[in-house]
């Protein structure tokens, strides 16, 4: 173990699974260790880094805006916040942005939001149904809303007012909606929990649903967003549009910032209702201004949906050669390959030893999803790799 993986073990809290690497530095869509070492990285920091390692457009927004003004109170106008808001608004269906520090924020404002809509507009209905095997993230409230029984069991009692039902079915939401559903909270691809695609028929069916009955219909693309599945959101590739949209990963380019955007109709809340101190400081949305503005000006999404259906195609290949090796899925680059057996930490740390980080999302499936800057002969590389890992890991059985 090295001096700062012991050092770790000593001082931080013991919550992460790591893998046994200290990485220093990054560049486009490499990574380096603390032994020079160099890595491919296909996990992006968790499909963060969209425009890879260390993009001069963003590092110079940074250093930019840090000799400028770091950090000021919302009691004051600050302008990259601004600039920033009306990018997201201009490039969405939204009219209103409100900006937090992480995904799991961006959804607990989400639900604020929602619940005080009930309150408002459908007689104090409080309820959010969300699916099973979702991820909305790790406070209290989306520890209640992720679907995921492992994450809720240790930390009961939970916040109430949150409804699981299986994810992909139309049917379980509109027998879940009562008289205290105020809206639906959805992944239009469940990242976290294994890279399952809703199906276009549910997303427009959920959303004509909760038009119907007067229910926000609000999506987490905190992980599809800002290009990762070929458009700049995801909901834009369903024909729907939601009443609310979060935000986090991919926003700003490394530095922690959500946001969540509505519907001037669905806007209710009002002075004093919800705030954040570091939420929308300069520093961050200077840093996702240039994120944003980058992967608009050049087309990222695009780029990202065809490496993508490359990246898609060559792995598919690899499923053709491998008997156990059953499924890829997943759009543009968020995508896994599905084992028939729980062989996922075998594949990486086969591909960590072998110069490749992918991510075991389940224990018999890895995903993949690189920075969106990724040339095909990177695409090409990463499958070379899994390739020869894959031919270990199947030999022996
Ligand atoms: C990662 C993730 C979150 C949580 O984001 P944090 O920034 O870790 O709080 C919420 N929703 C989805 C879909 C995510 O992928």
Same mark, same amino acid.
């Given at each position: ?139 209290? !409230?989306?520890?209640? !809303? ?29 027998? !879940? ?15 976290? +929990? ?23 219909? $609000? ?17 834009? *590739? ?36 919800? +705030? ?7 520093? !961050? ?14 087309? $990222? ?36 390959? *599905? ?41 090409? *590389? ?16």
């Amino acid at each position: 173990m090295s001096h700062w993986q012991e050092l770790e073990r000593r001082y931080y809290l013991q919550v992460a699974r790591r893998l046994p690497v200290t990485l220093v530095r990054g560049q486009g869509a490499r990574v380096w260790d603390d032994t020079g070492k160099e890595y491919l990285d296909f996990v992006a920091g968790w499909a963060v880094n969209n425009l890879g390692h260390c993009h001069p457009a963003v590092v110079e927004a940074i250093a930019e805006q840090a000799r400028t003004l770091i950090h000021t109170s919302n009691q004051f106008y600050t302008i990259p916040q601004v600039q920033l808001a009306q990018l997201l608004v201009e490039n969405s269906v939204f009219d209103r942005v409100f900006f937090c520090n992480s995904g799991a924020e961006a959804n607990e404002g989400a639900v604020k939001l929602a619940r005080k809509y009930g309150r408002l507009r459908r007689n104090g209905a409080y309820e959010v149904i969300t699916t099973l095997n979702s991820f909305h993230g790790r406070t209290l !409230a989306m520890v209640a !809303a992720t679907g995921k029984p492992h994450y809720q069991e240790p930390f009961r009692p939970l916040p109430p007012g949150f409804v699981n039902v299986p994810f992909n079915s139309l049917e379980a939401i509109q027998q !879940a909606t009562t008289d205290r559903t105020c809206a639906v909270m959805l992944e239009l691809i469940q990242g976290e +929990g294994g890279v399952y695609e809703a199906d276009p028929e549910y997303v427009r069916g959920v959303s004509r649903w909760c038009r119907e009955q007067g229910l926000l219909f $609000i999506v987490d693309e905190v992980q599809t967003g800002i290009g990762r599945t070929g458009t700049l959101f995801a909901y834009e *590739q369903y024909g729907v549009e939601p009443d609310v949209m979060t935000l986090a990963k991919g926003l700003g380019g490394g530095v922690p910032i959500g946001a969540f955007l509505v519907k001037e109709e669905a806007a209710v809340l009002e002075p004093g209702d919800h +705030g954040s101190t570091f939420g929308g400081n300069p520093l !961050a949305c200077a840093a996702g201004l240039a994120t944003l503005k980058y992967v608009i000006e050049n087309d $990222i999404p695009a780029k990202a949906a065809r490496v993508g259906a490359y990246l898609k195609a060559r792995l598919n290949d690899l499923r053709s050669r491998y008997e156990w090796v059953t499924e890829v899925r997943g759009r543009g680059l968020l995508l896994a390959v *599905q084992f028939d057996r729980e062989v996922s930490e075998r594949v990486v740390l086969g591909c960590l030893e072998a110069g490749l980080l992918v991510n075991g999302v389940t224990p018999s499936a890895i995903r993949l999803m690189p920075p969106l800057i990724i040339t095909e002969a990177e695409a090409d *590389q990463a499958v070379a790799i899994l390739d020869s890992v894959l031919a270990r890991v199947g030999a022996s059985g």
